[in-house]
């Protein structure tokens, strides 16, 4: 189970996605319902696509590690080694997305996406959308996939996705995952020839991740959207604009979350697949509304026992015997007996 994280009035409102958020290329809203993980990449950039020993600066960070709705995504971005801080901080003025309005948010995300601009023809950007249901289900398998090496290998396979398209990256900065040298250290090992900063608070330090943590900000609150839109559609019919989701922020201390997990879950299968089942917050409701529900599971048909193999090497005889005198089905003594 992920931490819990608490949040304050104030940041659960910049946390609940907004009705007219930007829906980037990065949401492929088919495979979102079907609740399933993927990623999506940029063209190059022309900067770095016409020139491509051009070196470039790269930076990672994710949004929604710790909500129980809706998918956590994983955002990288990167640009010119030379234009870092003078494009991201000083044109644009990109920051940590928690610090920036809805609105700042999308409006950066779409200059991103949008061509002729100088973001676009700069810049490339890659996201990892890891699904509400398969970040539950590798939870909840018996030997746990957790939440630090999901979010790892999203890290890793982004990375290695820019550099197969050629992309020529000197250094990478990264939010850090549990304790930044080691995590560090492990990178270095894959990509020895890449200088590899890892760091708390790196969205705060570093332009280019603070570019990234828009990417996966806007993307996961135009995929919790799309998500709540679903419910509120039917899936093949023309979707209006629904208002602004009753779920709220989709994190388990916002009380707007429970309240709507509550009340939309059915008492077997819980909810769909925008819902994290391995979170504390969900495994209790199941537990408290299942308590009432029983159910019978099928008696497999053993009508062939007699024939399983293991029956070859247990006596069949009703007096105890030796597994190394019984044997095939036959006491030795008696085939000792037949000369």
């Known amino acids: 189970m992920a931490e819990e994280i608490h949040m304050d009035t104030q940041e659960q409102a910049l946390e609940t996605p907004p009705s007219d958020v930007f829906v ?80 700042v948010r999308s409006d950066l995300m779409r200059k ?6 100088d973001l676009y023809n700069s810049c490339g950007w890659a996201t990892r959308l890891l699904s509400g249901r398969d970040i539950g289900a590798h939870m ?9 090496a999901q979010a790892m290998d999203a890290t890793i396979d982004l990375i290695k996705g820019v550099l197969a398209q050629g992309v020529n990256v000197k250094e990478i900065y990264i939010d850090t995952i549990g304790k930044p040298e080691v995590y560090q250290k492990k990178l270095e090992r ?14 705060s330090l570093y332009p280019v991740v603070s570019a990234a943590s828009v990417c996966a900000k806007v993307t996961r609150d135009a995929a919790l959207e799309t998500c709540w839109e679903a419910h509120q559609t039917p899936r093949d019919g023309a979707a ?13 201390s916002d009380a707007r979350t429970v309240t709507w997990l509550k009340q939309n879950m059915d008492p077997v299968f819980g909810w769909g697949n925008e819902c994290r089942f391995s979170w504390g917050t969900a495994k209790q409701e199941l537990e408290v509304k299942n308590k009432s529900i029983s159910v019978d599971w099928p008696v ?27 044997w095939f089905g ?10």
């Open 112 to 117: 991103l996406c949008t061509k002729d601009t």
């Open 240 to 252: 209006t604009k629904a208002a602004v989701p009753t779920w709220g922020s989709g994190y388990p």
């Open 24 to 103: 980037a290329p990065s949401i492929d809203r088919s495979r979102l319902l079907d609740g399933q993980s993927y990623s999506h990449f940029s063209p190059l950039p022309s900067l770095v696509a016409d020139d491509q020993t051009t070196e470039c600066v790269l930076g990672v960070d994710e949004a929604g590690r710790g909500p129980v709705l809706g998918p956590m995504v994983y955002a990288l971005l990167y640009l010119p080694l030379e234009m870092h801080r003078s494009l991201l901080a000083e044109t644009h003025h990109f920051d940590d997305s928690k610090v920036l309005t809805p609105q």
């Open 140 to 148: 909840l398998q018996p030997a746990q996939y957790n939440l630090n």
């Open 190 to 203: 894959i990509w020895p020839t890449i200088r590899i900063t890892v760091a708390k608070k790196a969205d």
């Open 330 to 339: 036959n006491r030795v003594t008696m085939e000792m007996e037949a000369f």
């Open 300 to 326: 497999e048909d053993d009508t062939n026992g007699a024939l399983r193999i293991t029956n070859h090497f247990i006596s069949r005889s009703d007096q105890p015997g030796d597994e190394l005198v019984d």
